[in-house]
């Protein structure tokens, strides 16, 4: 049995799909209801105990997602993957770990993520991507309103991936011997601005699209009418990071490990074209 949490999100859902029906998947989801269709799942939250025995009873892997970063849920989930037996932890972390020139808030967490995970006592698996592709749907309102993406640093590169690709590798992790105290940096084929992804939108879409960059000002306005200020601020913070070339480098993980080459952005947009109009 495997056990995926973060299945209401952008890549827990994926990799439920990737790991397709053949395999024996149980879900842990706070809102069971948007979860996918066609798995066992659990309700539970990471600070109830109980919740989490019942998920992790007769579970031999886990992929694990959290969000938080003032609780400490990793703990929380290792202390009763340990008790419930589960001997494979899967952790989504962040490539900014690997980075000393970071230090926001959500890095630093996600450091402490990985600590614990590595003391758990458990088989463990770190998979670090970069910024997911779908990211960029929250330009939809924006390009269907006034075809203007709004975005930092619209010259940066960041070596973005789709997050299906996360998904995948990870099924094969979760399913394959081999990955055991492995750190895998997951990232697209290329590095790509927000320029250029502005382009690629616009020709997916048969229409002009118009690039306007916010200043970091702005952009924290913005941010924090979407998330907590301390969270908004780490999200500046690591796109000034972005405009340093911090995030252009390329890995070649995700292509070793599915045995095909990473996704395009050009690839993701034509597949999502809808969502933005």
């Given at each position: 049995m495997i056990l995926v949490t973060g299945v209401t999100g952008t890549v827990g859902a994926a990799v439920v799909r990737a790991l397709g029906p053949h395999q024996q998947v149980r879900a842990l989801a706070r809102r069971p209801e948007l979860a996918p269709s066609g798995i066992e799942v659990y309700q539970g939250e990471y600070a109830d105990h109980d919740a989490l025995l019942r998920a992790l009873t007769g579970v031999r892997a886990?992929?694990?997602?959290?969000?938080?970063?003032?609780?400490?849920?990793?703990?929380?989930?290792?202390?009763?993957?340990?008790?419930?037996?589960?001997?494979?932890?899967?952790?989504?972390?962040?490539?900014?770990?690997?980075?000393?020139?970071?230090?926001?808030?959500?890095?630093?967490?996600?450091?402490?993520?990985e600590t614990v995970i590595r003391s758990s006592g458990l088989d463990w698996t770190l998979l670090r991507p970069r910024a997911f592709m779908s990211n960029t749907l929250s330009w939809?309102?924006?390009?269907?309103?006034h075809g203007v993406v709004r975005a930092l640093y619209g010259m940066a590169p960041n070596s973005c991936v789709d997050p299906r690709d996360i998904a995948e590798v990870a099924a094969r992790v979760l399913t394959e011997p081999g990955h055991e105290?492995?750190?895998?940096?997951?990232?697209?084929?290329?590095?790509?601005?927000?320029?250029?992804?502005?382009?690629?939108?616009?020709?997916?879409?048969?229409?002009?699209?118009?690039?306007?960059?916010?200043?970091?000002?702005?952009?924290?306005?913005?941010?924090?009418?979407?998330?907590?200020?301390?969270?908004?601020?780490?999200?500046?913070?690591s796109a000034g990071r972005t405009a340093a070339g911090a995030k252009a480098e390329v890995s070649p993980a995700v292509a070793e490990l599915t045995g095909r080459p990473a996704r395009t952005f050009r690839t993701w947009a034509a597949e999502h074209a809808a969502a933005f109009g």
């Amino acid at each position: 049995m495997i056990l995926v949490t973060g299945v209401t999100g952008t890549v827990g859902a994926a990799v439920v799909r990737a790991l397709g029906p053949h395999q024996q998947v149980r879900a842990l989801a706070r809102r069971p209801e948007l979860a996918p269709s066609g798995i066992e799942v659990y309700q539970g939250e990471y600070a109830d105990h109980d919740a989490l025995l019942r998920a992790l009873t007769g579970v031999r892997a886990a992929f694990l997602v959290t969000n938080s970063p003032v609780e400490p849920d990793d703990e929380r989930f290792t202390a009763a993957a340990r008790e419930a037996g589960v001997q494979h932890l899967v952790k989504l972390s962040a490539q900014a770990v690997a980075d000393e020139t970071a230090d926001d808030l959500i890095t630093r967490r996600q450091r402490h993520n990985e600590t614990v995970i590595r003391s758990s006592g458990l088989d463990w698996t770190l998979l670090r991507p970069r910024a997911f592709m779908s990211n960029t749907l929250s330009w939809a309102p924006s390009i269907r309103a006034h075809g203007v993406v709004r975005a930092l640093y619209g010259m940066a590169p960041n070596s973005c991936v789709d997050p299906r690709d996360i998904a995948e590798v990870a099924a094969r992790v979760l399913t394959e011997p081999g990955h055991e105290g492995r750190t895998y940096a997951l990232t697209g084929p290329e590095p790509i601005t927000p320029e250029e992804q502005t382009r690629q939108l616009g020709d997916v879409l048969g229409r002009p699209l118009r690039f306007a960059e916010l200043t970091p000002e702005q952009a924290l306005a913005h941010l924090t009418t979407r998330y907590p200020q301390p969270v908004a601020r780490a999200l500046v913070e690591s796109a000034g990071r972005t405009a340093a070339g911090a995030k252009a480098e390329v890995s070649p993980a995700v292509a070793e490990l599915t045995g095909r080459p990473a996704r395009t952005f050009r690839t993701w947009a034509a597949e999502h074209a809808a969502a933005f109009g």
